[in-house]
Structure formats: C-alpha cells, structure tokens
Nanobody, 125 residues
C-alpha cells in the first residue's frame, strides 16, 4: 500500500510562492494518477489539481486562474504543486491523493484511494 507524504508548506506573505511536494513510499507513484486537494478551516475539502501517471494530462481548478501548476517526476517518485501569487484565501491544509486508475483525471475526492496527512499553507502578512 502506497503512503503519501506531503511537504513544503509553511507561512508565506501574500504574493509569494511555495512548492509543495508529495512523495510516495511503499509503492511506485507512477502507478497512480495524483491529485491535490485543500481544506480551509470551516470549509469543505476542494479539488485543486490532478495529473495522470505519465504527466501527459493535467487539470487545474478554474478558480486558480493559472496561479498553481501540478507536475511530477516519476524518477523521484514525487508529485509537485507549484503555487505562485498566493492569496490569504489560499490558506488551507493541502493534501495529495493517489488514484489507482492512473490514466483517469477526476475532481472527486472519493475516486482517490490513498491520501497523505496534509501540509499546512498559511498566507498572511
């Protein structure tokens, strides 16, 4: 069973950038499509972005307006979320998730089989 470990979160000022990483252990991440979700305090979890196993196809939530980019390096068994022009409303716990249907792009959390523990991103001055 693959385990997902997120890192790279932290405190950043508005307009700043962060890169989140999702590393896999106990399995090969290229066997999965991978997604990023986030959950802000008092709000429901929401989809952010996902990528197929090869990286050939990606999809990002419309509200991001191009500020975030998902990518992967299968040689490093890692998926990334590059975030720029961060806003206070981006403050949330960010989770990565893996879907065994590795060629499938989906925004639905229940389609994903494995989840990480999350990494906190706080955007504040």
């Amino acid at each position: 069973q693959v385990q997902l470990i997120e890192s790279g979160g932290g405190l950043v000022q508005p307009g700043g950038s962060l890169r989140l990483s999702c590393a896999a252990s106990g399995g090969t991440l290229s066997n999965y499509a991978t997604g990023w979700f986030r959950q802000a305090p008092g709000k429901e979890r929401e989809f952010v972005a996902h990528i197929t196993w090869s990286g050939a196809s990606t999809y990002h939530a419309d509200f991001l307006k191009g500020r975030f980019t998902i990518s992967r390096d299968n040689a490093k068994n890692t998926v990334y979320l590059q975030m720029k022009s961060l806003k206070p409303e981006d403050t949330a716990v960010y989770y990565c998730a893996a879907n065994r249907l590795r060629g499938t792009l989906t925004t639905r959390g229940y389609d994903y089989d494995y989840w990480g523990q999350g990494t906190q991103v706080t955007v504040s001055s």
